[in-house]
C-alpha cells in the first residue's frame, strides 16, 4: 500500500510540474493533492498548523510569479495592458489552437494583437512586445518550479522527519 501511495504522490507532483509549461493544468492543485493523498493514506498529524501557513504563503507566491512575471515581460519591451491581455488569452488558448507550438506562439500572438488592435502601435514594435510576453512566460515558469520544489521539499521534510 505504501509503494501505491507515493506512486500516486509523485504522480501529482510530476504532473503539477507538467503544468508548468502546459497551464490549463493547475499545478498547485496537483501539489495539494499530493499533500492529501499522503494525509488520507497515512494522517494529517504530519502536518503541522505552521506547515500549512508555509505552504498557503508558497501558494500566494506562486500566483504572485506567474503575474508579475509576464507583466515585467511584457512592460519590459514596451508593452500596455492590452499586451498583458493578450499574452494571457493566447497563453490559455494557444495550447488548443496551436497544439505543440501554442505554449510559445499564444502568447507572443497574443500580445501582438493585444497591443495592434487596442494601440494602433507598429508591427515591429507589437513583435518586440510579443517576444517579451514570451520571456515572461519562460521566466514565470521558472520561478513557479523553483517554488513547487520548495513545497515539496517542505512537504518531504514533515512527513519524513
Known amino acids: ?44 498529524s504530519s502536518y503541522s498548523w505552521l506547515f500549512w501557513v ?4 508558497l501558494v500566494v507566491a506562486l500566483f504572485l510569479a506567474d503575474y508579475i512575471a509576464n507583466i515585467i515581460g511584457v512592460k519590459k519591451f514596451g508593452g500596455t495592458k ?15 489552437v496551436i497544439p505543440g507550438f501554442g505554449i510559445i506562439l499564444g502568447p507572443f ?3 501582438i494583437v493585444g497591443e495592434l488592435i487596442v494601440h494602433r502601435t507598429t508591427i515591429s514594435n507589437a513583435v518586440k512586445i510579443g517576444v517579451g510576453s514570451v520571456i515572461g512566460f519562460f521566466s514565470g515558469a521558472i520561478s513557479k518550479g523553483f517554488i513547487q520544489l520548495l513545497m515539496i521539499a517542505y512537504f518531504l521534510y514533515a512527513v519524513l522527519k
Open 109 to 111: 500572438i497574443g500580445a
Open 1 to 44: 500500500m505504501a509503494i501505491l501511495c507515493w506512486a500516486l504522490i509523485i504522480i501529482s507532483f510530476v504532473v503539477s510540474f507538467v503544468g508548468l509549461v502546459y497551464p490549463i493544468i493547475p499545478s498547485v492543485l496537483f501539489v495539494a493533492l499530493g499533500f492529501v493523498i499522503y494525509g488520507l493514506f497515512y494522517d494529517f
Open 54 to 57: 508555509i505552504q498557503g504563503l
Open 82 to 96: 492590452a499586451g498583458v491581455w493578450g499574452s494571457t488569452v493566447g497563453l490559455l488558448v494557444g495550447p488548443f
